[in-house]
C-alpha cells in the first residue's frame, strides 16, 4: 500500500490507516467515544469481561477501540467488502491489542452472518450495528445475536426521513409518518425506537431503550434486548400530537384519537407516529456511563451525559427558544435556564435537552410557555 493511497490517524487509543477507496467519517467520533464508555459501563453492570461483535466494522476503528479501551474477552470484527476487511487486519496489527483478547475477522454480509450465529447457538454481550441509511433491513438479523439482555447499539443516517422532510421513506422503513416540526430529531428517535419495538414484537422479544445520541446528521441508539410477549410495553407506543394553533403538544396511547386540541379547542392538529412515547434514557445506565466518562476523561460524552440524566424523566418532546421568541414577538428571548426554573417554579416539569442546545423539554401547556416568556424580557 503506497503512501499516498491511504490516511494514517489516531483516534482513542487506537492506530488506523484509511485507503482512499473506503469510507471513515471522522464527524463520528463522538459516537465511537459514546461505545467505548457506554461498553465500559456494560462490564461494570456485568462485573465481567464482554463477548462484542461489530457487524459493519469498516476499516476496524470501533472494534479496534473496544478491543483496546474496554473489558473485552473476544470481538468479531465483521465487514461485507473483502478491502475493509484487509484495512482491518493491517489496523489490527498496528496496534497492541492484549493477547487475552480472542479477536476474530469476518468477511460476511449481515444477514448471513447472524443466521448462522443463531445456528451456532452463539451469544454477544454487545452487537454494534452501522449501518448507512435506515438500519431496519438489518434489525430483524441483528436481534439474533444478543445474548438475552445483550446490548444492541445501532446507526441511523436517514435522518430526512425521520426528522419529516421524506414522508415516503419513513412510511416505507418504519410504517409512521414524521413531521419536521421544531422537535423533529427527538420524532425521528421515537419513530426508530417504535418501528424496533414493533419488529422485536413480532417475534416475543422487546427492547429497553439505554440512551439516544443525536449527532444531527445521525442517529445512534442503545438498547437491550429482552424476552416476554406479556412484558412488550404496548402503552409505550402511540402518537406525538401537535396544536398548530396554540403550539402545544403531547403524547396519546396508540387506541386514542381527538379532532381538537385539549389546550385551545382547536382543529388544526397533527399528528406523528406511531412511535416510542415512554423515556429514551435508563437512568441507572446513564450513571454507570458519567463514572467511566470521567475516568476516561471525556469531556464532550460528559457533558452529553449530564443532558441526558436531565431529560430521562422529562416529557416527549421539545420547544426551541428561537420559535418561542417568533411566535411571541419577544423583544429579548429569555434564557433558557430561567425559563426552566420558572415553569418548575410553577409545578411544571422542564428540562433541557441534548436533541438541541437553545431548547427546552416541558408539559406545560404552550400558551403557559408564551406568558412566562413574556414576563421573563
Request: negative net charge; contains cysteine; hydrophobic residues 40%.
Amino acid at each position: 500500500m503506497n503512501e499516498e493511497n491511504y490516511t494514517e490517524l489516531q483516534e482513542g487509543l487506537a492506530r488506523f490507516v484509511v485507503p482512499q477507496e473506503l469510507f471513515f467519517n471522522p464527524r463520528a467520533r463522538l459516537a465511537r467515544d459514546f461505545g467505548v464508555i457506554a461498553l465500559r459501563a456494560e462490564a461494570d453492570l456485568q462485573e465481567r469481561r464482554l463477548q462484542v461483535i461489530d457487524l459493519m466494522a469498516g476499516v476496524g476503528t470501533r472494534g479496534i477501540r473496544y478491543a483496546l479501551e474496554a473489558p473485552v474477552e473476544r470481538i468479531v470484527l465483521n465487514d461485507g467488502n473483502p478491502a475493509a476487511v484487509e484495512a482491518i487486519r493491517r489496523n489490527i496489527a498496528l496496534n497492541a491489542i492484549s493477547p487475552d483478547v480472542q479477536i476474530e475477522v469476518t468477511c460476511e454480509q449481515v444477514h448471513r452472518l447472524c443466521y448462522a450465529i443463531r445456528l451456532r447457538d452463539e451469544h454477544f454481550d454487545w452487537v454494534d450495528l452501522d449501518a448507512f441509511g435506515s438500519p431496519s433491513v438489518y434489525w430483524h438479523a441483528a436481534s439474533l445475536a444478543p445474548r438475552w439482555g445483550g446490548v444492541l447499539y445501532l446507526t441511523a443516517t436517514d435522518m430526512a426521513a425521520l426528522c419529516g422532510k421524506l414522508r415516503d421513506p419513513a412510511v416505507r422503513h418504519y410504517g409512521a409518518v414524521t413531521r419536521p416540526w421544531e422537535c423533529g430529531d427527538e420524532i425521528g428517535a421515537r419513530v426508530l425506537l417504535g418501528a424496533l419495538q414493533q419488529s422485536a414484537g413480532e417475534r416475543g422479544l422487546y427492547w429497553q431503550p439505554l440512551f439516544v445520541l443525536d449527532e444531527g446528521y445521525a442517529m445512534r441508539i442503545a438498547v437491550r434486548l429482552h424476552y416476554g410477549s406479556a412484558e412488550f410495553p404496548v402503552n409505550q407506543i402511540g402518537w406525538m400530537v401537535k396544536c398548530m394553533g396554540c403550539y402545544s403538544q403531547t403524547t396519546l396511547p396508540l387506541h386514542v384519537t381527538v379532532g381538537r386540541c385539549r389546550v385551545c379547542g382547536s382543529e388544526e392538529v397533527q399528528w406523528a407516529g406511531p412511535l416510542w412515547t415512554g423515556s429514551l434514557y435508563d437512568a441507572e445506565f446513564l450513571h454507570l456511563m458519567s463514572v467511566e466518562a470521567r475516568k476516561a476523561g471525556y469531556q464532550a460524552v460528559l457533558r452529553q451525559l449530564r443532558l441526558m440524566v436531565d431529560e430521562a424523566s422529562s416529557p416527549a418532546g421539545y420547544y426551541c427558544a428561537a420559535e418561542l421568541g417568533k411566535r411571541t414577538h419577544l423583544s429579548h428571548l429569555p434564557p433558557v435556564d430561567a425559563l426552566i426554573q420558572r415553569l418548575r417554579q410553577a409545578g411544571y416539569e422542564a428540562s433541557r435537552t441534548h436533541f438541541e442546545t437553545a431548547a427546552f423539554k416541558t408539559n406545560a401547556p404552550y400558551p403557559v410557555i408564551q406568558q412566562i416568556a413574556q414576563q421573563l424580557q
